[in-house]
C-alpha cells in the first residue's frame, strides 16, 4: 500500500504563491507519473500537472506560466510551485501517483487532498 501526504495549502491573496509538497510512502516498487489535479466547489475534478519519472511534464492551459511542477525522486515527492495565484485556482488540490508493479500492471493513488483559498 502507498500513502501520499500532502502539505502545503492555505490562504494567499491574488498574485500571491503557494507551494504544495506530496510525499509518497509505504512499498513502493517504481513511481511511474505523478501529478496534482484540482477540483473546486460544484466542478469535477481537473488535471493540474503531470511529471513522469523521467521529467517530461504536462500542464492545464489554464496554469501554464504561472504552475511548475517538480520532482525528487530520491524522496519520492513531487512538488507544485504555483505563482500569480488567481481566484479561481481555489480548490481541493490532490496528488495523484502510477505505481508501477510489474510491466503490465499500475496502480493508482490519491492522496487526501489540501485546500487551496485565494482570495482577498
Known amino acids: 500500500q502507498v500513502q501520499l ?21 509505504g512499498i513502493i516498487f517504481r513511481l511511474s507519473t ?6 473546486a466547489p460544484g ?3 481537473e488535471l493540474v500537472a503531470t511529471i513522469t519519472s523521467g521529467g517530461s511534464t504536462n500542464y492545464a492551459d489554464s496554469v501554464k506560466g504561472r504552475f511548475t511542477i ?6 519520492n515527492t513531487v512538488y507544485l510551485q504555483m505563482n500569480s495565484l488567481k481566484p479561481e485556482d481555489t480548490a481541493v488540490y490532490f496528488c495523484n ?7 503490465s500492471y499500475y496502480r493508482d493513488y ?3 487532498g489540501t485546500q487551496v483559498t485565494v482570495s482577498s
Open 70 to 75: 517538480s520532482r525528487d525522486n530520491a524522496k
Open 97 to 103: 501517483a502510477v505505481v508501477s508493479y510489474s510491466a
Open 5 to 25: 501526504v500532502e502539505s502545503g495549502g492555505g490562504l494567499v491573496q491574488p498574485g500571491g504563491s503557494l507551494r504544495l509538497s506530496c510525499a509518497a510512502s
Open 34 to 39: 505523478m501529478g496534482w489535479y484540482r477540483q
Open 43 to 45: 466542478k469535477q475534478r
Open 110 to 112: 490519491w492522496g487526501q
